[in-house]
């Protein structure tokens, strides 16, 4: 049965302070996906990550992508009170589907 | 200028009833889902078109039925509602070049 496990699966981390929230899979991928979630609203997609080794930034946050180990991981760099919000890997995982992780839930503590 | 755009965006019904939601995108793409977020924030995907053509059916229960009248529009049929239906229901689109999907802004189904 194909898992999708993000940890840790809620985080409250102070402004300033750098984190690391980490996406295992139990199945073969070569792409890996990264969407934002804030409370009541819709995903908005962050990152792709299209093959192995694949790292990619966008302001505080980075991705990157590990196929052999079957990790992804997103890191926050200096956290501010804006990033708070619920963040989900997802991959397609050999099939034209996405599945998605359980979510992490990030709360950023002034 | 919405890209994907989902009616209506709240709906609160009595268990037994019928009821739909519309979903379009004007991005020009050509396969759209339909996913389901239960009160765990848990999300799953239940259908997928391409082109109008059903190309993921997920094991749903067959009161659900999606219905693509042209590769813009998906929307979502539920009959006999059930109280387990009461999640919210994102829609999305893929562009196929960048390999990313865009969801709608859901709809929060409460089944009473």
């Known amino acids: 049965e194909l898992k999708v496990e993000q940890n840790p ?11 690391t929230i980490y996406c295992n899979y139990s199945t073969t991928s070569d792409r890996l996906y990264w969407y934002r979630q804030d409370p009541g609203k819709s995903l908005e997609s962050l990152f792709v990550l299209l ?9 505080r946050l980075m991705a990157s992508l590990d196929t052999k180990a079957r990790l992804s991981t997103l890191h926050i760099t200096a956290a501010v009170h804006d990033l708070s919000a619920t963040y989900f890997c997802a991959g397609p995982f050999g099939n034209e589907k996405l599945t998605f992780g359980t979510g992490t839930r990030l709360t950023i503590i002034p | 200028d919405t890209a994907v755009s989902q009616t209506p965006k ?6 037994g009833n019928d009821k739909s939601i519309k979903c379009e995108q004007n991005l ?8 389901k977020q239960d009160s765990k924030k848990f999300l799953k995907i239940m259908f997928s078109y391409n082109n ?14 999606p219905k693509s009248p042209d590769k813009a529009h998906l929307n979502l049929h ?6 387990g239906d009461s999640a919210v229901y994102f829609c ?14 859901g709809t929060r189904l409460t089944v009473l």
């Open chain 2, 52 to 65: 109008k053509e059903l190309i993921i059916n997920e094991t749903v229960p067959n009161r659900f039925s």
């Open chain 1, 9 to 19: 699966l809620f985080l409250s981390m102070q402004e300033g302070k750098n984190y």
């Open chain 2, 78 to 83: 539920i009959n006999s509602l059930e109280l």
């Open chain 1, 51 to 59: 093959s192995n080794g694949a790292v990619k930034q966008e302001g």
């Open chain 2, 10 to 15: 709240y709906l609160v019904t009595q268990m």
């Open chain 2, 92 to 105: 999305a689109s893929r562009d196929r070049g960048t390999d990313t999907q865009y969801f709608g802004p």
């Open chain 2, 28 to 35: 020009g793409h050509d396969t759209m889902y339909w996913y």
